[in-house]
Nanobody, 115 residues
Framework: QVQLVESGGGLVQAGGSLRLSCAASGSIFRINAMGWYRQAPGKQRELVAAITSGGMTNYADSVKGRFTISRDNAKNTVYLQMNSLKPEDTAVYYC?????????WGQGTQVTVSS
């Protein structure tokens, strides 16, 4: 069983930055891919960025060049550095982790970008 806890969300003005963190806990040997998704009101949850245990990354086109995903395998933690934020980035951001073919999700953290 893996528990994921996100932190770092909040309210920021357009053009600002936020850094999200997601810490995994439990009886973990090694987590495979970890990622960040987001869901805006009335929209489907969408992938923002993902990173493998080896450090390979994948980004949604809408965030390329503005967001950076990274992870600390020793701490079982994944980060999302978000720069040049736009109002359309407003959403609940969820962390997920692929551990032994099971996908685990965090509770989500709200990110609100004001214009």
């Amino acid at each position: 069983q893996v528990q994921l806890v996100e932190s770092g969300g909040g309210l920021v003005q357009a053009g600002g930055s936020l850094r999200l963190s997601c810490a995994a806990s439990g009886s973990i040997f090694r987590i495979n891919a970890m990622g960040w998704y987001r869901q805006a009101p009335g929209k489907q949850r969408e992938l923002v960025a993902a990173i493998t245990s080896g450090g390979m990354t994948n980004y949604a086109d809408s965030v390329k060049g503005r967001f950076t995903i990274s992870r600390d395998n020793a701490k079982n933690t994944v980060y999302l550095q978000m720069n040049s934020l736009k109002p359309e980035d407003t959403a609940v951001y969820y962390c997920n982790a692929d551990y032994r073919t099971v996908l685990y999700w965090g509770q989500g953290t709200q990110v609100t970008v004001s214009s």
